[in-house]
């Protein structure tokens, strides 16, 4: 337990409404997104600058507290749980952007900005900044950094990663670091930001962050496809980025997904199709005109069942916030919705949805898949109650088998929602004993007392400690 | 509402189900529409935050302690969160539910818990009586008993929401349920029958307002029946956590406005109207379901209604009226009522409507909320405010009693000119004589 003379230096250090230790407040800083995994901090504090960052650090590391920082608890693999109890640093204060550099092209900002407020403030400027996760309404940039998070539009422009320049942060030792530049070049030593980037909060605690811009599209079109099978649609898919198309958003619903979504945004979505693709292609009005034109050619040579075109930027923007509910909505059919983050090269779409449907039949479940086809990036989602303890573990099973099948074709474990609590074993299945070790050993570089969100991506004892995910908000290991 | 025993260590049948309750699966999408997190930048001060509490109480794993209650409460039950949550989760109704919890587990005594249990089982639940009360406050204006409070200071020597209760009160009229004809014929060609179900505050503060919505009904071609015996719709004790007295003032009016012969049951409340079409989730199980079902069927807004049937025109006046619009939370998040009252304006000839921005945000008044808690509701009306200032029209215009009262108020402290008028109050103004 943290010591009442600790709350009290918090508080005098951060102010008595930036430190909370009632039950009630621990307990709702003890979940993120993440279905069935909870536990309890000790204290939850929330800092406003870099030097209370480094005070609540200095004080956590006198209590020996585990430290587990957070932004708004959006993400999907259990990141910001503090597994081990301790003290959760909640950046969601800091949120300011500090900077829109018009002439480097770059935008600096505190951790707790909410995604889409970077990117509404740099598009009124003219600007765009590209990575969209699902959930960039709420989401936080360091979260976003800490998870690597992708989005929608990962096809065309890449995920959070390539858009990172700076990052300023503070190491488990309570000492600055800063790393990285507006210099678009930078071969200075180990990229140390690279390193930062989807370290899940386990090497530093991020707290600023500068992020790449690139002038918008000027122009975009966006389909609807529908299609009566699946497997179609997967093949739609690989033909377009055969026939060397990028669209900047190519995504997957299957009917399932569908009904889900249209029983929520009632627009006049197609109930009764197998699939659908929402595809956006965008850049200059020339270039756009003849992409648009490829896509429809394949769209009808694989005989999609109907292809739509949005009527205007409004319909457009509509349907991708419909795609962004995929998952919330799906939690309409059941109370536990098992979400997973399956990546494939894309020419094993096709192929990886007949194995979810084999899997889905063999394990007698309900399941929704959608997710970022054109990346190859699937969020199959098992719609199941975690009080039935024999349909959890057939849903276990499922992925087990689904993701033996996702390493032989070349894939990963995770895509874009990281490994922290959910994946260490599949992790070590992808990336072997000695991959894990030498991750241990740069995390044991930056955090040698593993004081920053312990049990996150493995665990600190030589064998992967089983994660039980249990029934309900309890503890998870 | 479950029926069965309750989950864990809630007390009374009317806890929140637990099936809703898991409904939640913490995505956040709630998190950016909510009025009191954006406050308070605490989780548990949020829709996710607050389900997740009540599921604790429900596991078990917490007590029904005083943060519940205080967050239970503090919940301005606007249901913001409930138009943006893609799993369907009614987190407004499970703090509503939780209320009810809370006077089993704190129960409160003395003076207090008899006014309150007065007030809500006695008053409110009672026309007349509710009349009655209103004559002080009548006198208070009438005499300059009220210049005068305004004017010596007095008034800052009380309570902070007894100062803004004072403040709040508009110039009263003699109630308008005993004045209202119980048949108002059509005019023109006749459309149909409709009843008219005039909310308390209305007819006790707004006279004036439905007044004219009678009026429009009447020059849409409707007639119009006004039962007298129509009670509260049971709003205020939803609100409070009494879903035994409301399910009674429903079961009441339920039997009265199903008896009469009626196309539609037309109000000019947005939160009567929320309740209304609540009746059937309130009395399901208590009372048969397609007398439900029909009565569920037959409740309109009256911007719903008026849009659905078709806005007669052709001899409006044209009014000259920049307006811009504050949706009420009742109407646009609890009964999805977002695109009529902008149509309704937008066919007058003449008023030229200014979108403000967050048209949806609660303005604050949330019921009690606005006297209990007077410096956040406060900070959630000025937001509000500046939203209207930007906007720079003639005229607020709303669709509820709750907002026209904390609007008004507001606009007033604020030295800002813009009159509030009901949507009824703008067309009413644009009909022929």
Same mark, same amino acid.
């Given at each position: 337990?943290?010591? &009442?003379?600790?709350?009290?230096? #918090?508080?005098?250090?951060?102010?008595?409404?930036?430190?909370?230790?009632?039950?009630?407040?621990?307990?709702?800083?003890?979940?993120?997104? !993440?279905?069935?995994?909870?536990?309890?901090?000790?204290?939850?504090?929330?800092?406003?600058?870099? +030097?209370?960052?480094?005070?609540? #650090?200095?004080?956590?590391?006198?209590?020996?507290?585990?430290?587990?920082?957070?932004?708004?608890?959006?993400?999907?693999?259990?990141?910001?749980?503090?597994?081990?109890?301790?003290?959760?640093?909640?950046?969601?204060?800091?949120?300011?952007?500090?900077?829109?550099?018009?002439?480097?092209?770059?935008?600096?900002?505190?951790?707790?900005?909410?995604?889409?407020?970077?990117?509404?403030?740099?598009?009124?400027?003219?600007?765009?900044?590209?990575?969209?996760?699902?959930?960039?309404?709420?989401?936080?940039?360091?979260?976003?950094?800490?998870?690597?998070?992708?989005?929608?539009?990962?096809?065309?422009?890449?995920?959070?990663?390539?858009?990172?320049?700076?990052?300023?942060?503070?190491?488990?030792?309570?000492?600055?670091?800063?790393?990285?530049?507006?210099?678009?070049? *930078?071969?200075?030593?180990?990229? #140390?930001?690279?390193?930062?980037?989807?370290?899940?909060? !386990?090497?530093?605690?991020?707290?600023?962050?500068?992020?790449?811009?690139?002038?918008?599209?000027? +122009?975009?079109?966006?389909?609807?496809?529908?299609?009566?099978?699946?497997?179609?649609?997967?093949?739609?898919?690989?033909?377009?980025?055969?026939?060397?198309?990028?669209?900047?958003?190519?995504?997957?619903? *299957?009917?399932?997904?569908?009904?889900?979504?249209?029983?929520?945004?009632?627009?006049?979505?197609?109930?009764?199709?197998?699939?659908?693709?929402?595809?956006?292609?965008?850049?200059?009005?020339?270039?756009?005109?003849?992409?648009?034109?490829?896509?429809?050619?394949?769209?009808?040579?694989?005989?999609?069942?109907?292809?739509?075109?949005?009527?205007?930027?409004?319909?457009?923007?509509?349907?991708?916030?419909?795609?962004?509910?995929?998952?919330?909505?799906?939690?309409?059919?059941?109370?536990?919705?098992?979400?997973?983050?399956?990546?494939?090269?894309?020419?094993?779409?096709?192929? !990886?949805? +007949?194995?979810?449907?084999? #899997?889905?039949?063999?394990?007698?479940?309900?399941?929704?898949?959608?997710?970022?086809?054109?990346?190859?990036?699937?969020?199959?989602?098992?719609?199941?109650?975690?009080?039935?303890?024999?349909?959890?573990?057939?849903?276990?099973?499922?992925?087990?088998?689904?993701?033996?099948?996702?390493? &032989?074709?070349?894939?990963?474990?995770?895509?874009?929602?990281?490994?922290?609590?959910?994946?260490?074993?599949?992790?070590?299945?992808?990336?072997?004993?000695?991959?894990?070790?030498?991750?241990?050993?740069?995390?044991?570089?930056?955090?040698?007392?593993?004081?920053?969100?312990?049990?996150?991506?493995?665990? *600190?004892?030589?064998?992967?400690?089983?994660?039980?995910?249990?029934?309900?908000?309890?503890?998870?290991? | 509402?479950?029926?069965?025993?309750?989950?864990?260590?809630?007390?009374?049948?009317?806890?929140?189900?637990?099936?809703?309750?898991?409904?939640?699966?913490?995505?956040?999408?709630?998190?950016?529409?909510?009025?009191?997190?954006?406050?308070?930048?605490?989780?548990?001060?949020?829709?996710?935050?607050?389900?997740?509490?009540?599921?604790?109480?429900?596991?078990?794993?917490?007590?029904?302690?005083?943060?519940?209650?205080?967050?239970?409460?503090?919940?301005?039950?606007?249901?913001?969160?409930?138009?943006?949550?893609?799993?369907?989760?009614?987190?407004?109704?499970?703090?509503?539910?939780?209320?009810?919890?809370?006077?089993?587990?704190?129960?409160?005594?003395?003076?207090?818990?008899?006014?309150?249990?007065? $007030?809500?089982?006695?008053?409110?639940?009672?026309?007349?009586?509710?009349?009655?009360?209103? $004559?002080?406050?009548?006198?208070?204006?009438?005499?300059?008993?009220?210049?005068?409070?305004?004017?010596?200071?007095?008034?800052?020597?009380?309570?902070?929401?007894?100062?803004?209760?004072?403040?709040?009160?508009?110039?009263?009229?003699?109630?308008?349920?005993?004045?209202?004809?119980?048949?108002?014929?059509?005019?023109?060609?006749?459309?149909?029958?409709?009843?008219?179900?005039?909310?308390?505050? /209305?007819?006790?503060?707004?006279?004036?307002?439905?007044?004219?919505?009678?009026?429009?009904?009447?020059?849409?071609?409707?007639?119009?029946?006004?039962?007298?015996?129509?009670?509260?719709?049971?709003?205020?004790? /939803? %609100?409070?956590?009494?879903?035994?007295?409301?399910?009674?003032?429903?079961?009441? %009016?339920?039997?009265?406005?199903?008896?009469?012969?009626?196309?539609? $049951?037309?109000?000019?409340?947005?939160?009567?109207?929320?309740?209304?079409?609540?009746?059937?989730?309130?009395?399901?199980?208590?009372?048969?379901?397609?007398?439900?079902?029909?009565?569920?069927?037959?409740?309109?807004?009256?911007?719903?209604?008026?849009?659905?049937?078709?806005?007669?025109?052709?001899?409006?006046?044209?009014?000259?009226?920049?307006?811009?619009?504050?949706?009420?939370?009742?109407?646009?998040?609890?009964?999805? $009522?977002?695109?009529?009252?902008?149509?309704?304006?937008?066919?007058?000839?003449?008023?030229?409507?200014?979108?403000?921005?967050?048209?949806?945000?609660?303005?604050?008044?949330?019921?009690?909320?606005?006297?209990?808690?007077?410096?956040?509701?406060?900070?959630?009306?000025?937001?509000?405010?500046? %939203?209207?200032?930007?906007?720079?029209?003639?005229?607020?215009?709303?669709?509820?009693?709750?907002?026209?009262?904390?609007?008004?108020?507001?606009?007033?402290?604020?030295?800002?000119?813009?009159?509030?008028?009901?949507? /009824?109050?703008?067309?009413?103004?644009?009909?022929?004589?």
């Amino acid at each position: 337990m943290i010591s &009442q003379t600790a709350i009290h230096h #918090l508080v005098e250090k951060l102010g008595a409404k930036n430190v909370l230790f009632e039950k009630e407040d621990l307990l709702v800083y003890g979940y993120d997104s !993440t279905p069935g995994v909870h536990h309890l901090p000790e204290v939850v504090v929330f800092p406003s600058s870099n +030097d209370e960052v480094c005070a609540a #650090l200095e004080i956590a590391h006198r209590e020996g507290l585990p430290i587990v920082p957070r932004g708004s608890g959006t993400g999907l693999s259990g990141g910001s749980v503090p597994a081990e109890g301790g003290m959760v640093v909640c950046l969601s204060r800091m949120n300011r952007i500090l900077e829109i550099d018009e002439e480097n092209l770059t935008a600096t900002a505190q951790a707790g900005v909410v995604t889409l407020d970077l990117f509404n403030a740099v598009a009124a400027k003219g600007l765009f900044y590209p990575p969209d996760p699902g959930s960039q309404k709420i989401s936080t940039i360091g979260g976003n950094v800490a998870e690597d998070a992708g989005g929608l539009r990962g096809l065309k422009y890449g995920v959070t990663r390539d858009y990172v320049m700076a990052l300023s942060g503070v190491l488990a030792d309570g000492s600055f670091i800063r790393t990285g530049g507006k210099s678009v070049k *930078d071969v200075a030593g180990y990229s #140390l930001r690279d390193l930062l980037v989807g370290s899940e909060g !386990t090497l530093a605690i991020i707290t600023e962050v500068t992020v790449k811009l690139i002038p918008p599209p000027k +122009d975009k079109r966006t389909f609807l496809a529908y299609f009566s099978d699946i497997r179609t649609a997967g093949a739609a898919v690989s033909k377009i980025i055969a026939a060397k198309i990028i669209p900047s958003t190519m995504e997957i619903m *299957d009917r399932t997904t569908i009904n889900c979504i249209e029983d929520y945004v009632n627009i006049g979505l197609p109930r009764e199709m197998a699939a659908m693709l929402l595809i956006e292609v965008d850049g200059h009005p020339a270039m756009v005109a003849e992409e648009a034109a490829g896509v429809q050619a394949i769209l009808e040579e694989v005989r999609a069942a109907e292809v739509h075109i949005a009527r205007d930027a409004e319909h457009a923007n509509q349907l991708a916030a419909a795609r962004r509910t995929a998952l919330s909505a799906l939690a309409r059919v059941s109370p536990t919705t098992l979400l997973e983050d399956a990546t494939v090269p894309r020419s094993c779409l096709a192929e !990886t949805f +007949d194995e979810i449907e084999r #899997l889905r039949v063999k394990y007698r479940l309900n399941v929704g898949t959608f997710g970022h086809a054109g990346d190859g990036n699937l969020h199959p989602t098992v719609l199941c109650d975690e009080r039935n303890h024999d349909e959890m573990a057939r849903a276990h099973a499922f992925y087990n088998e689904l993701y033996e099948k996702v390493l &032989q074709l070349g894939g990963t474990v995770s895509g874009e929602h990281g490994i922290g609590l959910a994946k260490k074993e599949y992790l070590r299945r992808q990336i072997g004993p000695g991959g894990v070790a030498v991750m241990r050993r740069i995390k044991q570089a930056f955090d040698p007392q593993g004081i920053l969100n312990p049990g996150k991506i493995f665990t *600190d004892d030589e064998q992967c400690a089983d994660v039980r995910i249990e029934e309900g908000f309890r503890v998870s290991r | 509402m479950s029926h069965d025993e309750p989950m864990g260590n809630f007390v009374t049948r009317d806890a929140p189900a637990y099936e809703g309750i898991l409904q939640c699966m913490r995505c956040g999408f709630c998190l950016p529409t909510c009025p009191t997190y954006a406050l308070t930048g605490r989780e548990r001060s949020s829709p996710r935050g607050r389900v997740a509490l009540a599921r604790a109480v429900a596991e078990n794993r917490l007590e029904f302690t005083p943060a519940v209650k205080e967050e239970a409460f503090f919940c301005l039950d606007c249901r913001a969160c409930t138009t943006a949550c893609p799993s369907g989760v009614h987190a407004g109704e499970i703090m509503e539910a939780c209320r009810s919890q809370v006077h089993e587990v704190f129960p409160t005594t003395g003076l207090a818990g008899g006014l309150r249990r007065f $007030i809500l089982g006695k008053m409110v639940p009672s026309p007349e009586l509710l009349e009655t009360s209103m $004559i002080p406050a009548r006198l208070y204006q009438k005499l300059g008993i009220q210049w005068l409070m305004r004017h010596s200071g007095l008034l800052k020597l009380a309570p902070r929401w007894m100062e803004k209760a004072e403040g709040m009160l508009p110039p009263l009229q003699a109630p308008l349920r005993t004045q209202l004809p119980e048949i108002v014929p059509a005019r023109g060609e006749k459309r149909g029958r409709v009843a008219f179900f005039l909310g308390c505050v /209305m007819t006790l503060l707004y006279a004036e307002v439905s007044r004219q919505t009678v009026r429009v009904l009447a020059h849409q071609g409707f007639e119009v029946i006004t039962p007298k015996q129509q009670k509260c719709c049971g709003a205020p004790h /939803m %609100n409070e956590g009494d879903p035994e007295t409301a399910r009674s003032l429903a079961r009441h %009016n339920l039997d009265l406005f199903l008896d009469l012969d009626v196309d539609a $049951i037309v109000t000019d409340c947005a939160g009567c109207g929320a309740v209304l079409k609540d009746y059937e989730e309130m009395l399901e199980g208590r009372a048969d379901h397609a007398r439900l079902a029909l009565f569920r069927e037959k409740v309109r807004d009256i911007s719903e209604f008026l849009v659905e049937v078709g806005l007669r025109t052709e001899d409006l006046r044209s009014l000259d009226l920049s307006v811009t619009y504050h949706e009420p939370c009742h109407l646009c998040h609890a009964q999805g $009522i977002s695109t009529q009252p902008r149509k309704i304006l937008k066919a007058i000839p003449g008023v030229e409507l200014r979108e403000m921005k967050e048209s949806s945000w609660c303005c604050g008044s949330a019921a009690t909320f606005g006297l209990k808690f007077t410096e956040e509701s406060q900070q959630i009306l000025d937001r509000k405010l500046a %939203n209207v200032a930007a906007t720079g029209a003639d005229a607020l215009v709303t669709a509820n009693p709750g907002c026209h009262l904390q609007l008004a108020w507001g606009l007033r402290q604020a030295g800002m000119e813009q009159p509030v008028l009901h949507l /009824m109050e703008v067309l009413g103004k644009a009909l022929p004589e």
